[in-house]
């Protein structure tokens, strides 16, 4: 096996793990329709669990793209390569600067709310999360497009 096809299976095994769970991180919460806090608390735990398995893929993902760049140098020279590149950058920075200020208050509001029935700041918090979510899904799903079809 080539060192390419090393980091080829690498990187196809890291967007199942990295990609399959980040897409599906929101309907964990939205779609198992969470009752009482104790079920919508539950359904963040599972969340943060496929989180973990979305970093390691991401990273995973961006070490051996870049790997696979080098051994083609063209690649940087290629508008899919760097579309994408830029693209999972982007995405990439939703973390600290749109995801983590709008997680925050309701990891808050999971540890310190007492009482069973979800409070309606709830629905609002996570209204805005879920919307940023969606949009770096739509990022994710851009560049795997972009890295099969590799159009330009």
Known sequence: MTLYKF???IHIFSAIIGMGPGLVMTFVVTHSKPSNMTELRHAFKIRNLLHILTMIGGSLLLITGIGMGFL??????Q?????????F???LAFGPYLLKPRSVPIKKLLSAY?????????????????????VENIIFIIIIALMILKPF
């Open 7 to 9: 980091l080829l299976f």
């Open 114 to 134: 007492t009482g069973e029935k979800i409070p309606k700041e709830y629905y609002q918090l996570s209204k805005k999360l879920f919307h940023v979510e969606h």
């Open 72 to 77: 083609h140098n063209y690649w940087f020279t």
């Open 79 to 87: 508008g899919w390569y760097i579309t994408s590149l830029i693209l």
């Open 89 to 91: 950058l982007i995405a």
